[in-house]
């Protein structure tokens, strides 16, 4: 297990219920049965808030607290580009090496491939979330 994957995951800030949230998304891996559910709170087309609850893997719970962080403040069109080219780096576009994704590479590299639907759920549910 890589360390870094634990403490990243560890930083469990954003682990929280958001009772006032205005958009929602629940997503489940049916490979291996995690689970990840989304509230965010946007305003303006900004995520001002962003909360996640999930039962899942360290892949995935990593993956979501890096989400989070990255999401907040930011418009819903940017982030949305990042689940995009997430999803790209798994088929083999390199675009999340880019120096603008500088803060996920620990996660997105070709040693945790095996278990890129883990890392890419809460992209998949965030990326649902902002299509409604």
């Known amino acids: 297990m890589d360390l870094e994957i634990l403490k990243i995951a560890?930083?469990?800030?954003?682990?929280?219920?958001?009772?006032?949230?205005?958009?929602?998304?629940?997503l489940k891996n049916p490979l291996c049965g995690d689970e990840i559910q989304i509230k965010l709170v946007i305003k303006?087309?900004?995520i001002v808030n962003f909360g996640y609850?999930?039962?899942?893997?360290?892949y995935c719970q990593a993956s979501a607290s890096?989400?989070?962080?990255?999401?907040?403040?930011?418009?819903?069109?940017?982030?949305?580009?990042?689940?995009d080219h997430a999803n790209l780096f798994f088929e083999g576009n390199e675009i999340i090496r880019e120096q603008k994704y500088n803060f996920i590479k620990k996660l997105f590299n070709k040693n945790h491939f095996q278990r890129k639907e883990c890392i890419l759920l809460p992209f998949k549910a965030l990326k649902k979330l902002l299509k409604s």
Not at 53 to 58: D, F, T
Not at 66 to 83: D, V
């Open 66 to 83: 890096l989400l989070s962080k990255i999401s907040t403040n930011k418009s819903k069109n940017k982030i949305n580009k990042l689940c």
């Open 44 to 46: 303006k087309d900004k």
């Open 53 to 58: 609850q999930e039962r899942s893997c360290i």
């Open 10 to 26: 560890s930083d469990t800030k954003n682990n929280k219920n958001i009772e006032n949230h205005t958009h929602f998304s629940r």
